[in-house]
């Protein structure tokens, strides 16, 4: 599975709104639990949030709840991610990841088994 960001990252005010997209390649897209995360400069890579194959079940870190909605489309092998009322403290470059595990929630780097490239978002005061 390969998957890449396209379309949404940039610059924008605070208290804007930004969507990411991440559009994968290869069979088998609904088979893959997918998650978002961030690294900020001189930072290690985060969680932002998780969905599990069907959509039916999400998860999301503290920081994003009630802002961000995670959403797949699995007919067009395409995650997103709706972000809204963005903050400074929101600046860094997002990462879409899959885990061939379905059925999981994963909200580690380590248990992702493919990236996709990732995009800067950039939230100015």
């Known amino acids: 599975l390969r998957c890449s960001c396209r379309v949404g990252g940039g610059l924008v005010q605070a208290g804007a709104s930004l969507k990411l997209s991440c559009a994968a390649s290869?069979?088998?897209?609904?088979?893959?639990?997918m998650s978002w995360f961030r690294q900020a400069p001189g930072k290690e890579r985060e969680f932002v949030a998780a969905?599990?194959?069907?959509?039916?079940?999400?998860y999301y870190a503290d920081f994003v709840k009630g802002r961000f909605t995670i959403a797949r489309n699995n007919a067009m092998k395409t995650l997103f991610l709706q972000m809204n009322s963005l903050k400074p403290e929101d600046t860094a470059v997002y990462f879409c990841?899959?885990?061939?595990?379905?059925?999981?929630?994963?909200?580690?780097?380590?248990?992702?088994?493919?990236w996709g490239k990732g995009t800067l978002v950039t939230v100015s005061s």
């Open positions: 990841g899959a885990d061939s595990n379905g059925h999981t929630i994963m909200t580690v780097p380590e248990g992702i088994d493919y």
């Open positions: 290869g069979p088998s897209f609904s088979n893959y639990a």
């Open positions: 969905i599990n194959w069907s959509g039916g079940t999400t």
